[in-house]
């Protein structure tokens, strides 16, 4: 089961772990983020793709990036190429 | 007012809507004008304690708002001031325990001690009961009565002019109850409009009606009240054990609403009241979180814990959640220890629990996190995919109400 991110859930019904948050990025032109929540990207640690479900009415497209913030966080972000926004997620 | 008997007795002291007293102090210019106890911000809309003034427009303890403001259209509502009100009578207790009378405080405004010691100590009743109204505070216009039955004394401190003590010997006890209203019985709003419509008004009518009539009518709280106005024995006085709260106060330079801040806050008045030298090592059992709010009005809030600790974290994690229902920004907080445990350690299990009583132990955690929390509080974590590539897809976090 993979709801859209951000959809309502049910009082007392399952819930998803770990459910991917709205997060406010800036992009680079190449498509990797440079400031996310308001703080300035240091390091982009890793990247990859997940793309699934592609054979159902519900296809994941997803770009995450593992970057460390100029505070010294460490945040998983990814930009859904279906709905075009970024979410934030332990990955 | 009548002849002394040498029997110890019980005496009453009493400061009628204290709560608007209090609230009062904050805005003495409503003293001589129609004013009432606003209604509790999410209860009921009922006009609380009311002045003389606003007594005289028909205004009534008790009486909806928006009856109060038609019966009355200049009626002034007091905000309250339950934080400043708690204190104010905090520290009239503690001026009477300082006099030597040990008392038992019942509600805000009421408060009982037995005259055995202080009369001996005074001289007599009558200058133990003006000590006792001198210790109040004449500010305050408290009121005492003194009686050998509990309900007789609160009556005679009820009726009695402010300032004035008033003692009532037994044998005329019943005579003195006879005429005074049902409404200082211990009975709700319907029970005094059931016995109004029975054409009954006083004690003393209800005192002469037979025994099984009443509590067939009024059921055992009716039974207790006829027995109350026919001046049956109704106990005696159970002081408290005085008590000295520690506590610590945070003056802030501007109003702070920010939780970070406020939780900061509390840590560092938590540091300081642990390690006041009167606690003595013993954990704290109950404590009180107050706060003076932007615009005058107060907060307060008590955390009783299930278990008394003196563990930094867990009392911070207490204090937290009641942060969050602060109303307004703060100017002021106070953090008080309110009850101290007796012990100062922790006794600890010689073998650990294992197997059902460690299932059953758990099972109780989780019913008192239900019961606190609600349902939906406890939930568990259910694996359906661990090996998925999306993270939300792997687990699922499914209640558990059994």
């Known amino acids: ?89 332990r990955a | 007012m009548f002849a002394r008997t040498c029997v110890p007795v019980i005496c009453a002291v009493v400061i009628p809507a204290f709560e608007l007293r209090a609230a009062l102090r904050l805005r003495p210019g409503l003293h001589g004008v129609p004013a009432a106890l606003a209604p509790r911000p999410g209860k009921e809309p009922l006009v609380g304690a009311v002045t003389p003034a606003a007594e ?34 905090d520290e009239i207790l503690r001026r009477l325990e300082d006099s030597g009378f040990a008392v038992e405080p019942v509600e805000l405004g009421t408060v009982y001690f037995d005259s055995g010691g202080v009369e001996r100590l005074y001289g007599g009743l009558e200058p133990a009961l003006k000590r006792a109204l001198a210790a109040a505070g004449p500010l305050w216009e408290p009121r ?25 010997s037994n044998d005329r006890s019943r005579s003195f109850l006879a005429p005074l209203p049902l409404t200082l019985l211990p009975l709700e ?57 520690l506590r610590e106060t945070l003056e802030f330079p501007e109003a702070v609403a920010n939780e970070l801040t406020l939780r900061r ?28 709010l932007v615009g005058g009005a107060s907060w307060r809030r008590t955390v009783t814990l299930r278990e008394p600790t003196a563990d930094p ?7 937290a959640a009641k942060l969050g229902e602060l109303p307004a920004p703060a100017l ?46 406890v939930s568990m974590v259910v694996e359906v995919a661990p090996w998925s590539r999306i993270p939300e897809a792997r687990a699922l976090l499914v209640p558990r109400d059994d």
Not at chain 2, 70 to 79: D, H, I, K, N, T
Request: glycine fraction near 10%.
């Open chain 1, 1 to 89: 089961m993979v709801a859209h991110p951000g959809s309502a859930r049910a009082a007392g019904a399952a819930r998803r772990l770990n459910a991917p948050r709205p997060a406010l990025v800036e992009g680079h032109a190449d498509g990797g983020p440079r400031r996310v929540n308001r703080q300035d990207v240091v390091v982009v640690r890793e990247e990859w793709r997940v793309v699934d479900r592609w054979w159902t009415e519900e296809p994941v497209a997803r770009r995450y990036f593992d970057c460390v913030l100029e505070t010294g966080e460490n945040v998983v972000v990814y930009r859904d190429d279906e709905s075009a926004r970024w979410f934030a997620q």
């Open chain 2, 56 to 89: 005289q427009q028909g205004v009534r303890p008790g009486m909806r708002l928006g009856e109060a403001l038609a019966m009355c259209p200049r009626l002034e509502l007091v905000e309250q001031d339950p934080a400043g009100a708690q204190q104010a009578w």
């Open chain 2, 144 to 168: 005492a009565g003194a009686a050998e039955r509990r309900f007789a004394a609160l009556a005679a401190a009820t009726v009695a002019r402010p300032g004035q003590a008033l003692i009532v």
């Open chain 2, 332 to 377: 002021k907080l106070r953090l008080e220890l309110v009850e101290l445990a007796e012990q100062t350690g922790e006794q600890l299990e010689l073998v650990a629990v294992e197997g059902k009583v460690l299932e059953e132990r758990l099972r109780e955690g989780l019913r008192q996190v239900r019961a606190a929390v609600g349902a939906g509080a």
């Open chain 2, 189 to 245: 709003r319907s029970r005094y409009e059931d016995l109004e419509e029975l054409g009954v008004k006083t004690l003393g009518q209800l005192a002469r009606l037979p025994e099984g009539s009443v509590a067939e009518r009024l059921g055992p709280d009716g039974r207790h009240a006829w027995g109350l106005a026919r001046g049956e024995r109704d106990g005696g006085v159970a002081p408290r054990t005085p008590v000295q709260p």
């Open chain 2, 313 to 319: 974290a867990r009392l911070r994690a207490a204090l």
């Open chain 2, 265 to 292: 806050a509390v840590a560092a008045l938590l540091d300081r009241l642990l390690a006041r030298p009167e606690r003595a090592g013993r954990p704290p059992r109950k404590l009180a979180l107050w706060a003076r």
